[in-house]
């Protein structure tokens, strides 16, 4: 249950700032162009991210918290490192991943970065959902 509230978090979060990013204020929207509002532009990404994040991204998450299990960590500094590290590879997979089903020049796509950040950024924002959510679920069963 907290990695589907995670993922779906994730998904509002990200999505609100990529709808705040697109979207054309009326005061600099040219005559004769069609722009999307920001509730379309907000529910067009979340069509597209909340299926990849919970269909992928939960998954992704079981695997890191099953290879992070089988290490023993000096540190918390240490854990969250190598967490952070497992988080930004499953966005780079999912990157590549993505890159190679579409078609075009592959090269282009594997050297764009914003390309790979449109993954990373939302992995690393699960992640941190992730740790705020276990720290609450104990907070209150305490």
Known sequence: MNKLLSALLTAIFYCVFLASI??????IREENTYY?????????YLMYSVPILIIVGIPFSMLIEKIENRITFKSPIRRYSFNISLYLLAGIIVALFFALLS?????MKLIDIEGFLIYIIPSLIYYHLLLLNKMWIRKFRH
């Open 22 to 27: 697109e979207y054309t204020p009326m005061n």
């Open 36 to 44: 999307f509002s920001y509730f379309s532009l907000l529910l067009i």
């Open 103 to 107: 078609r075009g020049n592959i090269i």
